[in-house]
């Protein structure tokens, strides 16, 4: 019995490993079949798809070049941003599904608000017989979050976000018009980011781009197909503590004076090299599409203007150099002289009676600017003018640069001749003025100004260096020390003492003129431009500055609108900076006793809402003024010496702080 039991196992163990042999078999035999078909039946349908699922080839462009200020700081960069594309093939399918609930409709109409379209356009795009559509490009972080739900609530896979560069500006509307902006595919559309965009645009990469069987572009086969690569970096000769300093500058001026528009210019007189360069009104480079003409317009660069009182000193600086006028040369000012059939006043038609240059500069006296014109004569004027750099471009690296509008030396009447030399009937840029005042400045050497310090190649060689030009020396070094120390006068104990920086030794002409019609003939009625500029300091000049203010309300003299500006400005650069200063302020100064002098008893400043009440001036002297007005915060315009017999404004009436007060003063 046990050896039939063995037998029997031994039987039952031979049958199933004949079993599982001969399942091994079908499974082998079948896997041999299936393997026979896809490389013979299946092979052609294979190599079909394949074939449909070819690469093209597919051009995309690598990050855009860096942009930073003089100090390394960055003022413009390329980062990855999501862009939206949509394949309104596969939406069809995505509509027909009864689980997405959804309708190019109500998808449009979702879509809208985040990618800068209405509904309709969206529908428009969506409803084409394509596989690929653009729907945004490189989108902020917020719109793209927006959109990610909205493609997860409805369960689509017919809307697909790919990586692209987008251009980011940290500092936001600081220096706009200066560094410009960029459009789609990355081209410089203003700016350094248009004058460069040859040098610093992201280099066209061919690259191998997979294509479904729909034509539907894999984009991310593209992208992880690119080389590496950098771009040229750029260095600017901004330094954005100054261009942060002139941005708030001007932000305090919009406030206060509600202008049409403004500028501010600080440049390195001894380089060329500009250091700040606003406008307003302004625009975000971020979002460049909300701007407008006049926001986009840099009118440091652009904006052409009557000069008025800020051109004097160029046209005294041509009478001085020419010889046809001397430092010391007297002029009797009546307050108003006749040329021709036109009568020229002072601004407030009173005249100082003997007066040399220093008088005529530092007073901003017209009859004396006229006559001295009319003695230096219109064509050395316009040739000295020209010398200057007005007339022309002045060749920065900036795009839209103005040419001017001077006389025709070869026809100037005496009346064109007279109204040059107080800046008037020409035109000009605030470009322009900066880099004539840079000669005075600079010994008489005028640079080019320039604002493309640097370029550099990905491995941190030097591509292009740009070397300070000179451009000319229209005046002599001895002629352009005499023109400074007198505009250093003016602010000092002039018609520019709003500008006095404390412990500071600065030279500035204040400006007021009519501001031009936008026709193009004559003035605008009852609408000015106020102005400065200024330089120094006077030992070691460092800084030109450049304020000018289109159409001021209310109160509209350079001497009040801006030559405030110019000493917040400079008070605070100065410091920043750690220019040394010109001498000690009165708290350094050591305490000096003067000699006992038989004092007037100075009545008391006294202030009402209308104003401070100016007191009867009638007999004192220059000091006693000086002293009163110094007190109540107003600027002294002193006329003659000895005792004062006239004053304006009169005795009783009220004036605003900062205002100015002439005094006339007899022997």
Known sequence: ??????????????????????????????????????????????????????????????????????????????????????????????????????????LSAALAPYVGMDAKEVQERLQRDTGFVWLARTMDHTKYEAVRQIIKQYKLSSLRFVDENRRYYPNGDMAAQLIGFVGENDKGLDGVEMVLDDVIRGSIQTVKTVMDPDKVPILDSALHSMLPHKERSVRLTIDSTIQFVAEKSLDGIMARNHPEGAAIIVMDPKTGEILAMASRPNFDPNDFGKGNAEAYKNRAVVNLYEPGSTFKPIMASAAVDSGAWGLQTEYLDTGAIQVRDRVIHNW??????????????????????VNIALHTGGKTLTAYAKRFGFGKETGIDLPGEGTGILFNAATMSDVDTAVMGIGQGIAVTPLQMVQAFGALANGGRMMKPFVIKEIDNPDGSVYKKTTPTLVSTPIKAGTAAAISRILSEEISSGGGQNAK?????????????????????????????????GFGPLEDPQYVVLIVVDNPVGVYYGAQVVAPVFKEMMTEIVRFKGVKPSHPTEAERPFIPAEPIKKREIPAVIKTEKGIILPSFTGWDTREVNTWLNQAGLCFVPRGMGKAVYQNPEAGAPVRAGSTVIVTFTR
């Open 501 to 533: 920086i404390a412990g500071y030794t600065f030279c500035g002409k204040t400006g007021t003129a009519q501001r031009l019609n936008k026709a193009g003939t004559g003035y605008a009625p009852n609408q000015h431009i106020a102005s400065f500029i």
């Open 1 to 106: 019995m046990r050896i039939d039991n063995k037998d029997t196992q031994t039987e039952q163990i031979r049958k199933r490993s004949a079993g599982i042999w001969l399942l091994l078999g079908v499974v082998f035999v079948a896997v041999l079949v299936r393997m026979v078909d896809l490389q013979i039946v299946e092979g052609a349908k294979m190599t079909q798809y394949i074939d449909q699922q070819a690469e093209t080839d597919r051009q995309l462009q690598s990050p855009r070049g860096t942009i930073f200020d003089r100090n390394g700081r960055v003022l413009a960069i390329s980062e990855i941003a999501k862009s939206l594309y949509a394949d309104p093939n596969m939406l069809r399918q995505d509509v027909k599904d009864p689980e997405k609930h959804v309708s190019v409709e109500k």
């Open 348 to 369: 407030d038609k009173s005249g100082m009676g003997r007066v040399t240059l220093r008088e005529i500069l530092k007073f901003s006296i017209n009859t004396g600017m």
